[in-house]
Protein backbone atom coordinates (compact mmCIF):
# COMPACT_ATOMS: atom_id res chain seq x y z
CA UNK A 1 0.00 0.00 0.00
CA UNK A 2 1.21 3.53 -0.34
CA UNK A 3 2.29 5.36 2.40
CA UNK A 4 1.78 8.95 2.72
CA UNK A 5 0.90 10.29 6.32
CA UNK A 6 4.44 9.68 7.38
CA UNK A 7 7.65 9.34 5.35
CA UNK A 8 10.40 8.44 4.21
CA UNK A 9 13.99 7.29 4.30
CA UNK A 10 15.85 5.29 6.85
CA UNK A 11 18.45 2.43 6.01
CA UNK A 12 21.00 3.48 3.91
CA UNK A 13 20.91 1.00 0.43
CA UNK A 14 24.28 -0.40 -0.33
CA UNK A 15 25.14 -0.56 -3.68
CA UNK A 16 27.16 -3.51 -4.85
CA UNK A 17 28.54 -3.80 -8.47
CA UNK A 18 28.85 -7.44 -9.74
CA UNK A 19 31.89 -7.74 -12.40
CA UNK A 20 32.95 -11.14 -14.30
CA UNK A 21 36.09 -12.60 -12.42
CA UNK A 22 38.44 -12.56 -15.82
CA UNK A 23 37.87 -8.54 -17.38
CA UNK A 24 36.30 -9.06 -20.57
CA UNK A 25 35.22 -12.47 -19.59
CA UNK A 26 31.52 -14.16 -20.68
CA UNK A 27 29.53 -14.19 -17.54
CA UNK A 28 27.97 -17.78 -17.09
CA UNK A 29 24.40 -18.16 -15.74
CA UNK A 30 24.29 -21.74 -13.52
CA UNK A 31 22.79 -24.64 -15.69
CA UNK A 32 23.48 -22.43 -19.33
CA UNK A 33 25.44 -24.16 -21.87
CA UNK A 34 28.37 -22.16 -23.24
CA UNK A 35 28.23 -20.69 -26.72
CA UNK A 36 30.87 -18.80 -29.17
CA UNK A 37 30.97 -15.31 -28.79
CA UNK A 38 29.66 -14.01 -31.81
CA UNK A 39 28.93 -10.12 -33.26
CA UNK A 40 25.19 -9.59 -31.40
CA UNK A 41 26.74 -11.19 -27.53
CA UNK A 42 27.22 -8.09 -25.09
CA UNK A 43 30.50 -8.74 -23.23
CA UNK A 44 30.80 -7.26 -19.97
CA UNK A 45 33.92 -4.78 -19.42
CA UNK A 46 35.38 -3.92 -16.17
CA UNK A 47 37.43 -1.39 -17.49
CA UNK A 48 41.12 -0.79 -17.83
CA UNK A 49 43.27 -3.59 -15.65
CA UNK A 50 43.42 -2.98 -11.90
CA UNK A 51 40.05 -1.13 -12.01
CA UNK A 52 37.44 -4.22 -11.91
CA UNK A 53 35.67 -2.50 -8.58
CA UNK A 54 35.86 0.92 -9.78
CA UNK A 55 32.50 2.85 -10.63
CA UNK A 56 31.71 2.83 -13.95
CA UNK A 57 32.12 5.76 -15.96
CA UNK A 58 30.07 8.83 -15.46
CA UNK A 59 29.38 7.58 -11.57
CA UNK A 60 30.85 9.49 -9.13
CA UNK A 61 33.55 8.40 -6.92
CA UNK A 62 31.65 9.78 -4.07
CA UNK A 63 28.50 11.43 -2.57
CA UNK A 64 30.11 13.18 -0.05
CA UNK A 65 31.10 16.03 -2.03
CA UNK A 66 27.25 16.39 -3.30
CA UNK A 67 26.32 16.27 0.07
CA UNK A 68 28.40 18.62 1.96
CA UNK A 69 26.92 20.85 -0.77
CA UNK A 70 23.79 20.68 -0.37
CA UNK A 71 23.22 19.53 3.47
CA UNK A 72 22.85 22.73 4.66
CA UNK A 73 19.93 24.12 2.67
CA UNK A 74 17.84 20.67 3.56
CA UNK A 75 16.15 21.03 7.55
CA UNK A 76 14.17 18.69 10.07
CA UNK A 77 10.50 20.26 10.61
CA UNK A 78 8.73 19.21 13.95
CA UNK A 79 4.98 19.76 14.05
CA UNK A 80 2.52 19.27 16.84
CA UNK A 81 -0.91 18.88 15.16
CA UNK A 82 -4.24 18.66 18.14
CA UNK A 83 -5.71 15.01 18.25
CA UNK A 84 -8.02 13.68 20.69
CA UNK A 85 -7.13 12.36 23.81
CA UNK A 86 -7.48 8.83 24.11
CA UNK A 87 -9.73 7.97 27.46
CA UNK A 88 -8.14 5.45 29.77
CA UNK A 89 -8.72 3.88 32.97
CA UNK A 90 -6.34 1.77 35.49
CA UNK A 91 -7.39 -1.35 36.39
CA UNK A 92 -6.32 -2.37 39.96
CA UNK A 93 -3.52 -5.17 39.30
CA UNK A 94 -2.77 -4.52 36.07
CA UNK A 95 0.64 -2.68 34.70
CA UNK A 96 -0.89 -0.96 31.67
CA UNK A 97 -4.06 1.78 31.38
CA UNK A 98 -7.18 0.73 28.98
CA UNK A 99 -8.60 2.45 26.21
CA UNK A 100 -12.21 3.30 27.64
CA UNK A 101 -14.38 3.12 24.36
CA UNK A 102 -16.51 6.24 23.50
CA UNK A 103 -20.06 5.77 25.63
CA UNK A 104 -23.65 6.55 24.04
CA UNK A 105 -23.93 10.07 24.48
CA UNK A 106 -20.61 11.31 24.99
CA UNK A 107 -20.56 12.98 21.52
CA UNK A 108 -22.99 15.62 23.55
CA UNK A 109 -19.63 16.43 25.79
CA UNK A 110 -16.86 18.11 24.26
CA UNK A 111 -14.06 15.78 23.45
CA UNK A 112 -10.49 16.55 25.11
CA UNK A 113 -7.46 17.10 22.66
CA UNK A 114 -3.93 17.16 22.91
CA UNK A 115 -0.98 18.37 20.79
CA UNK A 116 0.47 15.41 19.38
CA UNK A 117 4.19 15.76 17.57
CA UNK A 118 5.29 14.65 13.95
CA UNK A 119 7.98 15.34 11.82
CA UNK A 120 9.17 15.91 8.34
CA UNK A 121 11.51 17.41 5.80
CA UNK A 122 11.93 20.53 3.86
CA UNK A 123 14.59 22.64 1.86
CA UNK A 124 15.06 26.31 1.56
CA UNK A 125 14.41 27.98 -1.82
CA UNK A 126 15.48 31.32 -1.20
CA UNK A 127 17.58 33.05 1.59
CA UNK A 128 14.83 34.96 3.13
CA UNK A 129 14.01 31.70 4.57
CA UNK A 130 11.46 30.51 2.39
CA UNK A 131 11.04 26.20 2.98
CA UNK A 132 8.91 23.77 0.39
CA UNK A 133 7.87 20.50 2.07
CA UNK A 134 4.73 18.45 1.79
CA UNK A 135 1.56 19.69 2.45
CA UNK A 136 0.95 16.51 4.76
CA UNK A 137 3.58 17.30 7.05
CA UNK A 138 2.64 21.06 7.92
CA UNK A 139 -1.40 20.28 7.03
CA UNK A 140 -3.53 21.39 10.73
CA UNK A 141 -0.13 21.95 12.74
CA UNK A 142 -0.75 24.50 15.22
CA UNK A 143 2.88 24.68 15.84
CA UNK A 144 5.77 24.29 13.45
CA UNK A 145 9.35 24.49 14.10
CA UNK A 146 12.65 24.37 11.93
CA UNK A 147 15.81 22.56 12.99
CA UNK A 148 19.13 23.58 10.74
CA UNK A 149 22.00 21.00 9.91
CA UNK A 150 24.04 23.57 12.80
CA UNK A 151 21.60 23.12 15.22
CA UNK A 152 19.75 26.25 15.26
CA UNK A 153 15.81 26.36 15.56
CA UNK A 154 13.50 28.52 14.52
CA UNK A 155 9.65 28.98 14.74
CA UNK A 156 7.94 28.68 11.35
CA UNK A 157 4.72 29.88 10.14
CA UNK A 158 2.66 28.41 7.21
CA UNK A 159 2.64 30.65 3.70
CA UNK A 160 0.64 28.18 1.61
CA UNK A 161 -0.35 24.82 0.69
CA UNK A 162 -1.75 23.06 -1.62
CA UNK A 163 -3.77 19.56 -0.65
CA UNK A 164 -3.91 18.30 -4.29
CA UNK A 165 -0.21 18.14 -5.19
CA UNK A 166 0.75 17.72 -1.40
CA UNK A 167 3.52 20.99 -1.40
CA UNK A 168 3.26 23.70 0.96
CA UNK A 169 5.44 26.58 1.74
CA UNK A 170 6.59 27.38 5.30
CA UNK A 171 8.71 30.65 6.33
CA UNK A 172 11.40 31.37 9.16
CA UNK A 173 12.65 34.61 9.84
CA UNK A 174 16.14 35.60 9.10
CA UNK A 175 18.25 36.07 5.97
CA UNK A 176 21.60 34.75 4.44
CA UNK A 177 20.07 31.18 4.91
CA UNK A 178 21.92 28.58 2.58
CA UNK A 179 19.32 27.16 -0.26
CA UNK A 180 19.25 25.32 -3.77
CA UNK A 181 17.22 25.39 -6.77
CA UNK A 182 15.00 23.35 -8.73
CA UNK A 183 16.39 21.82 -11.97
CA UNK A 184 13.92 23.23 -14.83
CA UNK A 185 15.74 22.84 -17.80
CA UNK A 186 17.01 19.26 -17.71
CA UNK A 187 15.25 16.37 -16.67
CA UNK A 188 16.42 13.29 -15.07
CA UNK A 189 16.18 10.09 -17.01
CA UNK A 190 15.73 6.62 -16.20
CA UNK A 191 19.03 5.37 -14.79
CA UNK A 192 20.44 8.62 -13.87
CA UNK A 193 21.80 8.83 -10.04
CA UNK A 194 20.18 10.80 -7.52
CA UNK A 195 20.85 11.43 -3.68
CA UNK A 196 17.86 12.12 -1.21
CA UNK A 197 18.42 14.24 1.85
CA UNK A 198 16.29 14.24 4.90
CA UNK A 199 15.28 13.52 8.08
CA UNK A 200 14.20 9.65 8.70
CA UNK A 201 12.66 8.93 11.89
CA UNK A 202 13.98 11.54 14.04
CA UNK A 203 17.14 11.04 13.12
CA UNK A 204 18.44 14.23 11.71
CA UNK A 205 20.23 14.99 8.22
CA UNK A 206 20.47 11.58 6.44
CA UNK A 207 21.97 11.30 2.33
CA UNK A 208 20.80 7.59 0.75
CA UNK A 209 21.52 7.10 -3.27
CA UNK A 210 19.81 5.52 -6.13
CA UNK A 211 18.71 6.09 -9.47
CA UNK A 212 16.05 7.15 -10.91
CA UNK A 213 14.10 3.69 -11.61
CA UNK A 214 11.05 5.39 -13.92
CA UNK A 215 9.44 8.57 -14.67
CA UNK A 216 5.59 9.86 -15.01
CA UNK A 217 3.94 7.15 -12.32
CA UNK A 218 -0.07 7.59 -11.39
CA UNK A 219 0.12 6.51 -7.82
CA UNK A 220 -3.24 7.77 -7.68
CA UNK A 221 -1.84 10.07 -4.95
CA UNK A 222 -2.77 13.48 -6.97
CA UNK A 223 -3.70 15.35 -9.81
CA UNK A 224 -1.17 17.12 -10.64
CA UNK A 225 1.71 14.99 -10.31
CA UNK A 226 3.62 13.10 -13.03
CA UNK A 227 6.30 11.39 -10.25
CA UNK A 228 9.70 10.31 -10.37
CA UNK A 229 10.21 7.12 -8.91
CA UNK A 230 13.33 6.21 -6.81
CA UNK A 231 15.08 3.68 -5.58
CA UNK A 232 17.33 5.46 -3.15
CA UNK A 233 16.09 4.22 0.34
CA UNK A 234 13.50 6.93 1.93
CA UNK A 235 11.30 6.45 4.98
CA UNK A 236 9.33 8.07 7.46
CA UNK A 237 10.03 11.47 8.27
CA UNK A 238 11.69 12.42 4.90
CA UNK A 239 8.68 13.70 3.74
CA UNK A 240 9.24 17.26 1.63
CA UNK A 241 12.90 16.42 1.40
CA UNK A 242 14.62 17.14 -2.29
CA UNK A 243 15.95 14.69 -3.97
CA UNK A 244 19.18 16.11 -6.05
CA UNK A 245 20.57 15.07 -9.29
CA UNK A 246 24.65 14.36 -8.55
CA UNK A 247 25.06 17.91 -9.43
CA UNK A 248 23.36 19.43 -6.22
CA UNK A 249 20.07 20.36 -7.92
CA UNK A 250 16.61 19.54 -7.00
CA UNK A 251 14.98 17.51 -9.26
CA UNK A 252 12.49 16.06 -6.73
CA UNK A 253 10.52 16.22 -3.68
CA UNK A 254 10.27 13.36 -1.87
CA UNK A 255 6.40 12.51 -0.70
CA UNK A 256 5.38 8.84 -1.37
CA UNK A 257 6.81 4.93 -1.01
CA UNK A 258 5.30 2.11 -1.94
CA UNK A 259 5.62 -0.38 0.77
CA UNK A 260 3.72 -3.61 2.19
CA UNK A 261 5.19 -2.90 5.19
CA UNK A 262 5.41 0.43 5.83
CA UNK A 263 9.54 0.77 5.27
CA UNK A 264 11.57 1.39 2.42
CA UNK A 265 11.89 -1.30 -0.16
CA UNK A 266 13.91 0.46 -2.71
CA UNK A 267 10.05 2.07 -4.74
CA UNK A 268 9.56 5.96 -3.42
CA UNK A 269 8.11 8.66 -5.41
CA UNK A 270 8.85 12.49 -6.22
CA UNK A 271 6.98 14.92 -6.78
CA UNK A 272 8.99 16.24 -10.63
CA UNK A 273 10.76 19.80 -10.06
CA UNK A 274 8.80 21.05 -12.86
CA UNK A 275 5.65 21.08 -10.83
CA UNK A 276 6.93 21.80 -7.34
CA UNK A 277 8.28 24.88 -8.57
CA UNK A 278 5.21 26.13 -10.52
CA UNK A 279 3.03 25.57 -7.70
CA UNK A 280 5.18 26.77 -4.71
CA UNK A 281 5.50 29.90 -6.80
CA UNK A 282 1.96 30.36 -6.84
CA UNK A 283 1.87 29.62 -2.84
CA UNK A 284 4.59 32.26 -2.23
CA UNK A 285 2.27 34.96 -3.96
CA UNK A 286 -0.48 34.20 -1.83
CA UNK A 287 -2.51 32.71 -4.77
CA UNK A 288 -5.25 29.49 -3.76
CA UNK A 289 -4.88 26.86 -6.19
CA UNK A 290 -8.21 26.11 -8.30
CA UNK A 291 -8.42 23.04 -10.52
CA UNK A 292 -11.15 22.32 -12.68
CA UNK A 293 -13.28 19.58 -11.86
CA UNK A 294 -16.36 17.26 -14.20
CA UNK A 295 -17.84 15.46 -11.64
CA UNK A 296 -17.02 12.03 -12.83
CA UNK A 297 -15.51 9.15 -11.43
CA UNK A 298 -13.16 7.06 -14.31
CA UNK A 299 -11.22 4.40 -15.16
CA UNK A 300 -8.74 3.04 -17.36
CA UNK A 301 -9.91 1.56 -20.63
CA UNK A 302 -9.24 -2.28 -19.99
CA UNK A 303 -8.95 -4.68 -22.62
CA UNK A 304 -11.67 -6.86 -21.94
CA UNK A 305 -13.72 -3.97 -21.81
CA UNK A 306 -12.69 -3.15 -25.20
CA UNK A 307 -13.31 -6.88 -26.03
CA UNK A 308 -16.96 -6.61 -24.65
CA UNK A 309 -17.83 -3.28 -26.54
CA UNK A 310 -16.25 -5.00 -29.61
CA UNK A 311 -14.18 -1.82 -29.78
CA UNK A 312 -10.24 -2.42 -31.30
CA UNK A 313 -7.80 -3.10 -29.52
CA UNK A 314 -5.68 -0.19 -29.74
CA UNK A 315 -8.43 2.10 -28.76
CA UNK A 316 -7.19 4.48 -25.93
CA UNK A 317 -9.29 6.82 -23.89
CA UNK A 318 -10.95 6.78 -20.14
CA UNK A 319 -14.00 4.68 -19.11
CA UNK A 320 -16.97 6.75 -17.52
CA UNK A 321 -18.48 4.62 -14.96
CA UNK A 322 -20.42 7.67 -13.04
CA UNK A 323 -21.42 10.86 -13.71
CA UNK A 324 -22.03 12.87 -10.36
CA UNK A 325 -25.74 14.70 -10.28
CA UNK A 326 -25.90 17.89 -10.75
CA UNK A 327 -21.71 18.64 -12.00
CA UNK A 328 -20.45 20.28 -14.67
CA UNK A 329 -20.15 16.73 -16.54
CA UNK A 330 -23.85 15.84 -16.18
CA UNK A 331 -24.64 19.68 -17.47
CA UNK A 332 -22.60 19.28 -20.28
CA UNK A 333 -24.30 16.13 -21.41
CA UNK A 334 -21.31 13.31 -20.67
CA UNK A 335 -23.08 10.03 -19.78
CA UNK A 336 -21.83 6.75 -18.07
CA UNK A 337 -20.64 4.27 -20.90
CA UNK A 338 -18.63 7.23 -22.62
CA UNK A 339 -15.29 6.64 -23.57
CA UNK A 340 -13.22 10.38 -23.82
CA UNK A 341 -10.86 9.99 -26.26
CA UNK A 342 -9.54 13.51 -26.12
CA UNK A 343 -10.28 16.61 -24.51
CA UNK A 344 -9.68 20.41 -26.67
CA UNK A 345 -7.65 18.18 -29.07
CA UNK A 346 -5.30 16.46 -26.45
CA UNK A 347 -5.39 12.54 -27.11
CA UNK A 348 -6.47 11.03 -23.71
CA UNK A 349 -4.37 8.05 -23.12
CA UNK A 350 -6.32 6.47 -20.36
CA UNK A 351 -7.91 7.91 -16.66
CA UNK A 352 -4.73 9.90 -15.50
CA UNK A 353 -4.16 11.92 -18.73
CA UNK A 354 -7.83 12.98 -18.26
CA UNK A 355 -7.33 13.90 -14.33
CA UNK A 356 -4.33 15.66 -15.24
CA UNK A 357 -5.96 17.46 -18.35
CA UNK A 358 -8.77 18.44 -16.32
CA UNK A 359 -7.12 19.33 -13.14
CA UNK A 360 -4.50 21.90 -15.42
CA UNK A 361 -8.16 23.70 -16.19
CA UNK A 362 -9.22 26.68 -14.74
CA UNK A 363 -13.07 27.09 -13.31
CA UNK A 364 -14.85 28.41 -16.00
CA UNK A 365 -13.16 27.22 -18.73
CA UNK A 366 -14.74 25.52 -21.89
CA UNK A 367 -13.53 21.75 -22.49
CA UNK A 368 -14.46 20.15 -25.59
CA UNK A 369 -14.69 15.99 -25.27
CA UNK A 370 -14.01 13.81 -27.98
CA UNK A 371 -16.19 10.59 -26.67
CA UNK A 372 -17.35 7.40 -28.21
CA UNK A 373 -20.79 6.57 -27.29
CA UNK A 374 -22.35 3.25 -28.29
CA UNK A 375 -19.77 2.81 -30.74
CA UNK A 376 -20.26 6.73 -32.72
CA UNK A 377 -18.01 9.79 -31.99
CA UNK A 378 -19.45 12.45 -30.82
CA UNK A 379 -18.42 16.03 -29.43
CA UNK A 380 -19.13 17.21 -25.79
CA UNK A 381 -18.92 20.68 -24.56
CA UNK A 382 -18.29 21.39 -20.69
CA UNK A 383 -17.64 24.18 -18.17
CA UNK A 384 -15.50 23.40 -16.20
CA UNK A 385 -16.43 23.60 -12.43
CA UNK A 386 -13.92 24.27 -9.34
CA UNK A 387 -12.38 21.02 -8.11
CA UNK A 388 -13.78 20.54 -4.60
CA UNK A 389 -11.13 19.83 -1.28
CA UNK A 390 -9.24 16.27 -1.02
CA UNK A 391 -11.28 15.55 1.89
CA UNK A 392 -14.84 16.22 -0.12
CA UNK A 393 -13.72 13.72 -2.77
CA UNK A 394 -12.53 11.01 -0.54
CA UNK A 395 -16.12 10.94 1.63
CA UNK A 396 -17.60 10.64 -2.05
CA UNK A 397 -15.44 7.57 -2.36
CA UNK A 398 -15.69 5.97 1.15
CA UNK A 399 -18.85 3.34 -0.02
CA UNK A 400 -16.13 1.58 -2.58
CA UNK A 401 -15.69 -1.60 -0.34
CA UNK A 402 -15.14 -4.43 -1.86
CA UNK A 403 -18.23 -6.26 -2.24
CA UNK A 404 -18.70 -9.47 -0.38
CA UNK A 405 -20.22 -13.06 -1.61
CA UNK A 406 -23.48 -13.79 -2.24
CA UNK A 407 -26.60 -14.77 0.09
CA UNK A 408 -28.40 -17.61 -1.49
CA UNK A 409 -31.93 -16.64 -2.80
CA UNK A 410 -34.01 -18.36 -5.23
CA UNK A 411 -36.66 -15.27 -6.60
CA UNK A 412 -36.08 -14.06 -10.08
CA UNK A 413 -34.94 -14.69 -13.94
CA UNK A 414 -31.49 -16.92 -14.11
CA UNK A 415 -29.56 -15.28 -16.79
CA UNK A 416 -25.46 -16.36 -16.81
CA UNK A 417 -25.52 -17.74 -13.52
CA UNK A 418 -26.77 -14.28 -12.41
CA UNK A 419 -30.59 -14.33 -11.10
CA UNK A 420 -31.94 -11.02 -11.33
CA UNK A 421 -35.32 -9.69 -10.67
CA UNK A 422 -37.48 -6.03 -11.04
CA UNK A 423 -36.79 -3.68 -8.41
CA UNK A 424 -39.62 -3.55 -5.48
CA UNK A 425 -40.22 -1.12 -2.43
CA UNK A 426 -38.85 -4.09 -0.13
CA UNK A 427 -35.70 -4.53 -2.44
CA UNK A 428 -34.59 -1.18 -2.43
CA UNK A 429 -34.73 -0.91 1.55
CA UNK A 430 -33.30 -4.20 1.67
CA UNK A 431 -30.23 -3.00 -0.39
CA UNK A 432 -30.39 0.81 0.28
CA UNK A 433 -31.35 1.14 -3.60
CA UNK A 434 -32.10 5.05 -4.05
CA UNK A 435 -35.76 5.60 -5.56
CA UNK A 436 -34.28 7.20 -8.61
CA UNK A 437 -32.28 4.16 -9.51
CA UNK A 438 -33.63 2.08 -12.09
CA UNK A 439 -32.51 -1.51 -12.88
CA UNK A 440 -32.55 -5.03 -12.17
CA UNK A 441 -31.26 -6.38 -8.77
CA UNK A 442 -29.31 -9.60 -8.31
CA UNK A 443 -30.80 -11.93 -6.06
CA UNK A 444 -29.07 -15.09 -6.16
CA UNK A 445 -25.17 -16.62 -8.34
CA UNK A 446 -24.67 -19.59 -9.35
CA UNK A 447 -20.91 -20.26 -7.51
CA UNK A 448 -19.83 -22.25 -10.39
CA UNK A 449 -20.83 -19.55 -13.12
CA UNK A 450 -18.27 -16.91 -14.59
CA UNK A 451 -20.75 -14.27 -12.34
CA UNK A 452 -19.99 -16.56 -9.25
CA UNK A 453 -16.41 -16.64 -9.71
CA UNK A 454 -16.19 -12.76 -10.12
CA UNK A 455 -17.87 -12.66 -6.63
CA UNK A 456 -21.16 -10.76 -7.96
CA UNK A 457 -23.27 -10.22 -4.54
CA UNK A 458 -26.84 -9.86 -4.09
CA UNK A 459 -28.10 -6.61 -3.72
CA UNK A 460 -25.88 -5.26 -7.21
CA UNK A 461 -27.83 -3.43 -9.38
CA UNK A 462 -27.59 -3.53 -13.21
CA UNK A 463 -28.80 -0.53 -15.07
CA UNK A 464 -26.84 -0.83 -18.35
CA UNK A 465 -26.15 -3.74 -20.27
CA UNK A 466 -24.16 -4.41 -23.74
CA UNK A 467 -24.79 -0.53 -24.03
CA UNK A 468 -28.60 -0.29 -23.23
CA UNK A 469 -30.85 0.68 -20.34
CA UNK A 470 -32.05 -2.46 -18.67
CA UNK A 471 -35.24 -2.28 -16.07
CA UNK A 472 -36.54 -6.00 -16.35
CA UNK A 473 -35.17 -9.34 -16.41
CA UNK A 474 -36.27 -9.71 -19.78
CA UNK A 475 -34.47 -6.76 -20.96
CA UNK A 476 -31.53 -8.12 -19.32
CA UNK A 477 -31.80 -11.00 -21.06
CA UNK A 478 -32.12 -9.65 -24.69
CA UNK A 479 -28.89 -7.35 -24.00
CA UNK A 480 -27.25 -9.89 -23.11
CA UNK A 481 -28.00 -12.86 -26.04
CA UNK A 482 -27.47 -9.64 -28.48
CA UNK A 483 -23.75 -9.67 -27.26
CA UNK A 484 -23.79 -13.38 -27.72
CA UNK A 485 -25.22 -13.05 -31.13
CA UNK A 486 -22.77 -10.40 -32.13
CA UNK A 487 -19.84 -12.84 -31.27
CA UNK A 488 -18.50 -10.95 -28.44
CA UNK A 489 -16.81 -13.20 -25.81
CA UNK A 490 -18.22 -10.83 -22.74
CA UNK A 491 -20.82 -8.43 -21.98
CA UNK A 492 -20.14 -5.10 -20.58
CA UNK A 493 -22.40 -4.21 -17.61
CA UNK A 494 -23.23 -0.71 -15.49
CA UNK A 495 -23.78 -1.38 -12.14
CA UNK A 496 -24.66 0.39 -9.12
CA UNK A 497 -23.25 -1.50 -5.75
CA UNK A 498 -23.34 0.83 -2.53
CA UNK A 499 -23.85 3.71 -3.62
CA UNK A 500 -21.08 3.78 -6.47
CA UNK A 501 -21.56 3.16 -9.78
CA UNK A 502 -19.25 0.53 -11.14
CA UNK A 503 -17.70 -0.97 -14.77
CA UNK A 504 -18.26 -4.93 -14.79
CA UNK A 505 -17.39 -7.53 -17.58
CA UNK A 506 -19.43 -10.84 -17.36
CA UNK A 507 -17.85 -13.33 -19.66
CA UNK A 508 -20.25 -15.59 -21.21
CA UNK A 509 -20.41 -19.29 -21.09
CA UNK A 510 -19.71 -21.08 -24.13
CA UNK A 511 -22.67 -22.66 -25.63
CA UNK A 512 -22.28 -26.43 -27.00
Sequence with gaps: MLKRKEFILGAAVGLTFAAAATAGGVIQWPGAEAAPASASRLIPSAGAAGLAFAPPQGAPLSFADIFQQVAPAVVQIDVKTRVQRPRTMQMPGFPFPFLVPPQ???????????L??????????????????NNHVVANAEEISVKLSDGRTFKARLIGRDEA????????EGDSFPFVSFEEASEPRVGDWVIAVGNPFGLGGTATAGIVSAKSRDIGGGV???????????????SGGPTFDIYGRVIGVNTAIFSPSGGSVGIGFAIPAKTAKEITDRLIKGETIERGYLGVQIS???PEVKEALGLDANTKGAFVAQVTAGSPAAEGGLQEEDIVTSINGEAVDGASSLTRRVANAKPGDRLRLEVLREGRRQTVDIRAGRRPSEESLNQQLEGEDTPEAAPNATVGTEVEGVTVTALTAALRQRHNIPDDVNGVVVTAVDASSEAGKLGIPAGLVIFRANNRAVTTPAEFRTAVEAARTSGRPSVLLMVLYQGNNRSLVLPLAKKD
Excluded at 165 to 172: E, T
Excluded at 224 to 238: E, K, M, P, T, V
Aim: charged share 20%; net charge negative; hydrophobic share 40%.
Design 104 to 114: EGDSKVEPETQ
Design 116 to 133: APGSGSGFFISADGTIVT
Design 165 to 172: SDLAVIKI
Design 224 to 238: ANDFLQIDAAINRGN
Design 300 to 302: DLQ
